[in-house]
T-cell receptor, first 109, second 114 residues
C-alpha cells in the first residue's frame, strides 16, 4: 500500500529552527509537496520538490532524497504565526496526490 | 469572487437527508477535486474532474457523486447522508490535471451528520 509518515506533533521555540520529516512509500514518484494549514483554514502551498536536493524559499526550505523516500521541511527564525499543521503529499505514478496526516507544529515564546 | 468559494461553511444534517456542497472557482482552472479531512488522517480524494464534462473516482467515492457541467462549478452531492460522512470537505483546483503547480483550496465545509 501507499504510505506517508510524518510526526504527529512537534514543539519549537520562537526564533529557533525546526525540521519536519516526511517518509513515503508510494507507487511511483512524480513530485513531493509541502502545504501549511492553520487551524480551521484551508491548506496553502509551500513547496514542491521533484529532484533530489534542497529548495530554499525565504525562511522555509524543503529537501528531497528519492532513493531514501525522504523529505524534510526546514523552518528558520520561527515566528508565532508559523504555528500550524504541515502536510506532506506525494504524487504517485498515476499523478494522484497521497497525503500524510500532517504535523502539528506548536511554537512557544 | 477570488479563488475558490465553498458553501455552506458549516452544516448539521440528519442521517438519510440529501446534501449538496457547492464549489465555484474563478481561476479558469481545468482540474478540480473534492477531499475530505478527518482527524488523524491525511486528505482523502473523493472525486475529481480533469476538465469540464469529465469526472473520476478518487480513493473514497462511495456515497458521493459529482458533476462538472462547466469549468467553474463542481458540486458534491451526498445522496443519503450517514454519520461516517461527518467531516470537513475541501474543494480544490489546479491549472491542469497532474500539474506540477500548486493546488488551490477552498475554505472548507464542515459537515456533521447526526
Amino acid at each position: 500500500g501507499q504510505n506517508i509518515d510524518q510526526p504527529t506533533e512537534m514543539t519549537a521555540t520562537e526564533g529557533a529552527i525546526v525540521q519536519i520529516n516526511c517518509t513515503y512509500q508510494t507507487s511511483g514518484f512524480n513530485g513531493l509537496f509541502w502545504y501549511q494549514q492553520h487551524a480551521g483554514e484551508a491548506p496553502t502551498f509551500l513547496s514542491y520538490n521533484v529532484l533530489d536536493g534542497l529548495e530554499e524559499k525565504g525562511r522555509f526550505s524543503s529537501f528531497l532524497s528519492r532513493s531514501k523516500g525522504y523529505s524534510y521541511l526546514l523552518l528558520k527564525e520561527l515566528q508565532m504565526k508559523d504555528s500550524a499543521s504541515y502536510l506532506c503529499a506525494v504524487r504517485d505514478s498515476n499523478y494522484q496526490l497521497i497525503w500524510g496526516a500532517g504535523t502539528k507544529l506548536i511554537i512557544k515564546p | 469572487i477570488a479563488g475558490i468559494t465553498q458553501a455552506p461553511t458549516s452544516q448539521i444534517l440528519a442521517a438519510g437527508r440529501r446534501m449538496t456542497l457547492r464549489c465555484t472557482q474563478d481561476m479558469r482552472h481545468n482540474a478540480m477535486y473534492w477531499y475530505r479531512q478527518d482527524l488523524g488522517l491525511g486528505l482523502r480524494l473523493i472525486h475529481y474532474s480533469n476538465t469540464a464534462g469529465t469526472t473520476g473516482k478518487g480513493e473514497v467515492p462511495d456515497g458521493y457523486s459529482v458533476s462538472r457541467a462547466n469549468t467553474d462549478d463542481f458540486p458534491l452531492t451526498l445522496a443519503s447522508a450517514v454519520p461516517s460522512q461527518t467531516s470537513v470537505y475541501f474543494c480544490a483546483s489546479s491549472r491542469l490535471a497532474g500539474d506540477t503547480g500548486e493546488l488551490f483550496f477552498g475554505e472548507g465545509s464542515r459537515l456533521t451528520v447526526l
